[in-house]
């Protein structure tokens, strides 16, 4: 039989996003949409405590406006040391480390308040 006229199996499909994931891909957009709300007060409630912040250190809109740019350029370039490390390590232990550093942050800057304003 001339191989042209051998006839070949169609592909099988492709798996589900429940074959892949073991759930629905709508988990995966609420834990998404989860995630943004923890991490991401400061975006969020930018507008409301932003004139607070001009009046407690004396800036202006203008310099208010540039800070919140670096902050989401800065946030935005974060994203991609993370990415990588992720692929890498994959995202228990990502998260674990991010964890970690964020709790070690949070505790210097609280000590730094409590020397700045209790000394």
Do not use: C
């Amino acid at each position: 039989m001339p191989r042209s006229a051998r006839r070949t199996a169609a592909p099988p499909p492709p798996p589900s996003d429940r074959e892949i994931l073991g759930y629905s891909r709508y988990v995966v957009l609420a834990a998404a949409f989860f995630a943004m709300g923890i991490i991401s007060p400061f975006e969020y409630a930018w507008s409301s405590m932003s004139s607070h912040l001009g009046k407690i250190y004396g800036w202006s809109p203008e310099q208010i406006g540039w800070l919140f740019t670096l902050f989401v350029i800065l946030q935005s370039i974060g994203t991609l040391p993370g990415g990588i490390l992720r692929d890498r390590f994959g995202p228990r232990w990502t998260t674990a480390i991010a964890g970690l550093l964020r709790a070690r942050r949070r505790v210097v800057v609280r000590r730094q308040l409590f020397y700045r304003f209790h000394l």
